[in-house]
């Protein structure tokens, strides 16, 4: 079965700097989808960029990029510049299919707090 | 366009009551899936909805079942509910079941 490890509960980062989050991950198939999902205090599941595990190229999304090493099993976020409404929990999500649909395996996430 | 939206945003129930969370999907999704999310916890798939089906099922009880209607919207019900079932219930919707899917706000359920 697959599975998703984020072994930090928690991150730091100053206003303006950069920071990278870690994820993990587990699976025997070839094919798949790696998500980071942003949830703030309002608790809506944000998107925050996705990554196709046949693409050898690292997703970018604005200040928001991976760094996904597929022999590895690692997918990391990176935030460039990060600024106050960055904070939130992020969790990484990897899309399984199975029996014919599609589900999501989360992360128990990353609290990120921005300094000011 | 509006997106995701979830009924109610909070609720409050006793132990063995009956529940029943409402979700519209995003306009022009066809597909909508239900996650528990416990606190401090990240979301685990309790089912999904494609074509009034419920497509697939994660490791949840009989307990917690699910409808689809017409214009995709979908209820999830959770009977004789227990303490551990407090948790933020989020609907999720998509444009097929093989496609990226988006949040709404979620139910907060409150088991006393």
């Known amino acids: 079965a697959q599975t998703v490890t984020q072994s930090q509960p928690e991150m730091s980062v100053q206003e303006a700097e950069t920071v990278t989050l870690s994820c993990t991950y587990d699976t025997s198939e070839s094919d798949y989808y790696l998500f980071w999902y942003k949830q703030p205090p309002s608790r809506q599941m944000i998107l925050v960029i996705r990554q196709e595990a046949y693409k050898q190229q690292n997703a970018t999304e604005n200040r928001f990029s991976v760094n996904f090493q597929k022999a590895a099993k690692s997918f990391s976020l990176k935030i460039s510049d990060s600024q106050l409404g960055d904070a939130a929990m992020y969790f990484c999500?990897?899309?399984?299919?199975?029996?014919?649909?599609?589900?999501?395996?989360f992360g128990t996430g990353t609290r990120l707090k921005v300094l000011a | 366009d509006a997106g995701v939206t979830q009924s109610p945003t909070h609720l409050i129930k006793t132990r063995g009551q009956q529940v029943t969370l409402r979700c519209s999907p995003k306009?022009?999704?066809?597909?909508v899936s239900w996650y528990q999310q416990a606190l401090g916890q990240g979301p685990q798939f309790i089912f999904q909805y494609y074509e009034e089906e419920e497509r697939q099922r994660g490791n949840f009880p009989d307990r917690f079942s699910g409808h689809q209607f017409p214009n995709y919207s979908s209820e999830l019900n959770v009977n004789a509910l227990l303490l551990g079932d407090s948790a933020l219930y989020l609907c999720?919707?998509?444009?097929?079941?093989?496609?990226?899917?988006?949040f709404g706000e979620g139910s907060w359920l409150t088991v006393v």
């Open positions: 999720a919707s998509s444009t097929g079941p093989g496609n990226t899917i988006y």
């Open positions: 999500a990897y899309r399984t299919y199975t029996s014919g649909t599609y589900k999501y395996i």
């Open positions: 306009s022009g999704h066809d597909t």
